[in-house]
């Protein structure tokens, strides 16, 4: 009987070792689904996290660079009033300027006009003076502008008083060689 009794206690011992072994391949499967779903659950909220920050609004430097934003406003603004200002006996220096802060088709289109305004210069002795009075990026990137500008030109003709118009035109800007230059301009 001595020998019956290893057999029972081995009978008992081995009904415990099945539920464990049960349990514990229930608890690697729990673990290795978790495992899994955490990572899908990742790799989602990765995906989303990258469909925000990929956003044209995130691309917009005009929303988060005020220096830039301040530089192309500036640069535009001036090359506006020089090239959109002129006198009767000084239209040579006005074309020099669309050369230079020109270019694409907005130097065609300067082009186009100014040889038509020139004549009219000397023969009313015209004088335009343009002044920007608020410009505004709508967007930004590292080499490239759309601003919207708001100008009052004055005009003054020989024998007549000034009159003082307002204008509103859609640029588009390109940085060349460290400098902004207009190579699109819109009439609004």
Do not use: C
């Not at 011992?13 to 608890?27: G, H, I, N, S």
């Not at 990572?39 to 609004?57: E, H, I, M, V």
């Amino acid at each position: 009987m001595v020998g019956g009794g290893a057999d029972e206690a081995e009978e008992a011992a081995a009904p415990d070792r099945r539920p464990r072994t049960v349990r514990r391949r229930f608890l690697a499967g729990a673990a290795v689904l978790l495992a899994v779903a955490l990572l899908a659950a990742g790799a989602g909220l990765l995906f989303k996290a990258r469909q925000l920050r990929d956003t044209p609004a995130a691309d917009n430097l005009a929303l988060t660079d005020t220096a830039a934003t301040a530089r192309v406003v500036g640069d535009v603004s001036n090359a506006l009033g020089t090239v959109f200002s002129y006198g009767p006996r000084d239209t040579g220096a006005t074309k020099e300027s669309a050369r230079r802060y020109l270019g694409g088709k907005a130097l065609q289109q300067y082009a186009a006009l100014f040889g038509q305004v020139e004549k009219q210069a000397r023969d009313q002795e015209l004088t335009l003076t343009t002044r920007v009075v608020k410009a505004g990026v709508t967007r930004l990137t590292g080499t490239g502008a759309h601003l919207l500008v708001f100008l009052d030109q004055v005009h003054e003709r020989r024998g007549r008083p000034a009159t003082t118009a307002a204008a509103q035109l859609s640029v588009t800007a390109e940085l060349r060689g460290g400098h902004w230059r207009i190579v699109d301009i819109a009439a609004r």
